[in-house]
């Protein structure tokens, strides 16, 4: 059985959650070592709207042989929603965005191991 049946789908969207948020946390800390170069613009990826169609599956590509490799859909969702605005960099606003960024993908991480801790409770406990 999948682990993803187990906790009705959570886990996988944790998952992608997670890996959109190192994307995320790369492109603002790009932002940071461009902000003296010259003509350098803020570049961000919707985190919301990126989820929005990772959940509803609208990231997902359609598969015409069953053979083709299917694509991650956080990679399709974020390449079509990446942002370049055409503003400098501001660094307060970065660096807010980056210790943001970095809280979400603790919290995350940390719901992903609650929801082990709790089948290990109830593997070990049901045994007794």
Request: charged share 25%.
């Amino acid at each position: 059985m999948p682990i993803n049946k187990l906790f009705g789908g959570n886990i996988e969207v944790m998952r992608q959650a997670l890996d959109l948020r190192g994307k995320r946390q790369g492109l603002i800390q790009s932002n940071i070592a461009n902000m003296e170069t010259p003509g350098y613009t803020v570049q961000e990826i919707p985190f919301a709207k990126v989820m929005q169609r990772v959940v509803s599956g609208q990231g997902e590509l359609a598969r015409t042989n069953s053979r083709h490799i299917a694509l991650d859909p956080v990679a399709s969702a974020d390449s079509r929603e990446f942002s370049g605005e055409a503003r400098p960099v501001d660094i307060d606003e970065e660096m807010l965005k980056l210790s943001e960024n970095q809280l979400m993908y603790q919290i995350a991480t940390r719901l992903i191991g609650k929801k082990f801790e709790g089948l290990k409770y109830a593997i070990d406990e049901g045994g007794k």
